[in-house]
């Protein structure tokens, strides 16, 4: 036997060794991990305790507006209030249906929900399904809605705090929002969501039910 | 931790830009070392003389299963976050059929082109800037073409889940093919050898 192994070229004996990954192979069949999920609590701990498990309203409009398209907007919400407003780029999906829906476990998703409940719920979910790089909105559509699209003046503003305010004003506008800037006092509550159809540019009006196609990174 | 570390481990954006550039000036070292920096080697795929290219994509690919195949198998790779190319099925045949024109055309495939043109071949460097042109002219062409760009989607498919059979059975068959393609291209460039060689006498 190893005379006649010792008769073989180096590519013939490459082959060979090929062939033998291959037997291996179909005995071993699949390589991707089956549906059990472990959880390292410490670690998702610690993620919770750092807040990296976190986008907040201000990073999620700066990157609407830019246009980004490496992540996925995710609202949790029921359908009617997904078609009454939904920021700019979402896709709706139910909490039960989450892992049904095509999201990528090597995506980026930035989920939210009206508070901060059901997003942090799903959160937890899909981290225990090994999603890496899942986020929540940090305080949920009511703080988009707050702080992006009728913003206010601090009380007693800082020169910065006026700057800041200055710039949310564009970015408001920019959601179709009203900057709250004392001229047209109103209380928020008798306030009108801005149209759906408000937001200019390619990122926004996904009609509702439709999943947005994202363009991803290829070789 | 499991790879890949783009992204989900060790390394971001940045210093995943600094690791492309080493892997690529390895690929491109590679290639030349091959002999792929000459559009007659590459040409003479075609012509079934040498079938050099054939063989050494071939070995890349089944080099590249087998190991993410046991790689994954002990864990250490984590296939799921593996980015996968979406399927279109039409868009893709005929962007496969361009592609190939051109390289029986220029001589070159993208990559080789850039490696003949950084060892100064002069068809090299003409490759590269039609491959920008191209570039530019596909991009401000895209709206005219985006409908069926984005046809005949598949998602993101798999040969195993296509087929419905095993990973494994996958692997195996794949490495069937590879052995016999290298043994028949091996064949092929003896009988077309003794063909060239008769003619000439």
């Excluded at chain 1, 703080?143 to 009380?155: D, Q, S, T, Y």
């Excluded at chain 2, 798999?158 to 419905?164: A, D, G, Q, Y």
Aim: hydrophobic share 45%.
């Amino acid at each position: 036997m190893s005379g006649f192994f010792g008769t073989l070229t180096l590519n013939k004996k490459l082959g060979l060794l090929l062939g033998i990954l291959g037997l291996g192979a179909l005995v071993l069949g699949n390589p991707y991990r089956g549906a059990s999920v472990t959880i390292d609590t410490k670690e998702l701990g610690r993620i919770v305790e750092t807040e990296t498990d976190h986008v907040s309203v201000e990073e999620l409009a700066n990157w609407i507006i830019q246009e980004r398209i490496d992540f996925r907007l995710v609202d949790l919400r029921s359908d009617s209030e997904f078609t009454a407003y939904h920021i700019p780029g979402a896709e709706q999906v139910a909490l039960s249906t989450l892992s049904e829906h095509g999201l990528q476990r090597n995506e980026k998703i930035i989920l939210y929900s009206e508070g901060g409940i059901h997003s942090a719920q799903a959160w937890l979910l899909m981290k225990a399904q090994d999603y890496k790089a899942v986020y929540m909105l940090r305080g949920g559509l009511d703080e988009w809605r707050e702080k992006v699209l009728f913003p206010r003046p601090a009380a007693n503003p800082t020169a910065e705090q006026t700057a800041a305010f200055e710039k949310m004003k564009e970015v408001s506008k920019f959601f179709g929002g009203t900057p709250q800037d004392g001229a047209a006092e109103q209380p928020t509550a008798v306030i009108a969501m801005p149209k759906l159809m408000m937001p200019s540019g390619p990122a926004g009006n996904t009609p509702p039910g439709s999943t947005t196609k994202k363009k991803k990174e290829g070789c | 931790m499991s790879a890949p570390f783009y992204k989900f481990g060790l390394f971001g954006d940045n210093v995943s830009l600094i690791i492309a550039f080493v892997i690529g000036i390895g690929f491109g070292f590679f290639l030349e070392r091959a002999g792929f920096g000459t559009a007659r080697k590459l040409a003479a795929q075609f012509y079934l003389t040498d079938l050099t290219v054939f063989k050494v994509m071939f070995t890349a690919i089944v080099t590249a299963m087998v190991g993410l195949f046991y790689l994954s198998r002990i864990g250490f790779v984590d296939l799921s976050l593996v980015y996968l190319t979406p399927t279109y099925f039409l868009p893709q045949v005929v962007g496969g059929l361009i592609l190939g024109a051109g390289f029986v055309i220029g001589g070159y495939c993208p990559g080789t082109s850039a490696v003949a043109a950084a060892t100064g071949r002069i068809d090299g460097m003409v490759y590269l800037g039609g491959i920008i042109a191209g570039i530019f002219v596909f991009g401000e062409a895209f709206p005219l073409v985006s409908n069926f760009y984005t046809s005949t989607s598949m998602g993101r498919v798999t040969l195993p889940e296509f087929f419905h059979l095993s990973y494994g059975l996958v692997v195996f068959l794949l490495i069937l093919m590879a052995i016999g393609g290298f043994a028949g291209a091996t064949w092929v460039e003896k009988t077309m050898a003794a063909k060239k060689g008769g003619g000439k006498e």
